[in-house]
């Protein structure tokens, strides 16, 4: 496909907060800073010139910054 005539809207979902709007963003590249561990949804979807529109995407990830706990006995 050509990426010149394909836009996309994009949101991240954060722990604790609603669904966000979507928002436009590039159709290759997303960045947003994070830092609460939890789940986090990213959802996208594209649209032509034509005004064809994608099924939208979502996939789910965990942030889970905290370190294992190790416990030795003995």
């Known amino acids: ?4 005539e394909t836009s996309a809207k994009c949101s ?3 722990p604790g ?3 966000p709007a979507m928002t436009s ?3 290759t590249t997303f960045s947003q800073a994070i ?5 986090y949804t990213f959802r996208t979807e594209a ?3 034509a005004k064809n ?11 889970d910054t905290k ?4 416990i030795v006995n003995g």
């Open 1 to 4: 496909p050509n990426l010149d």
């Open 25 to 27: 963003c590039s159709i």
């Open 12 to 14: 991240l979902q954060v």
């Open 67 to 70: 370190p294992p706990t190790l």
């Open 17 to 19: 907060a609603g669904q």
């Open 35 to 39: 830092s609460a561990d939890g789940v």
């Open 47 to 49: 649209s032509d010139k």
């Open 53 to 63: 529109k994608s099924d939208p995407l979502a996939h789910s990830f965990t942030l």
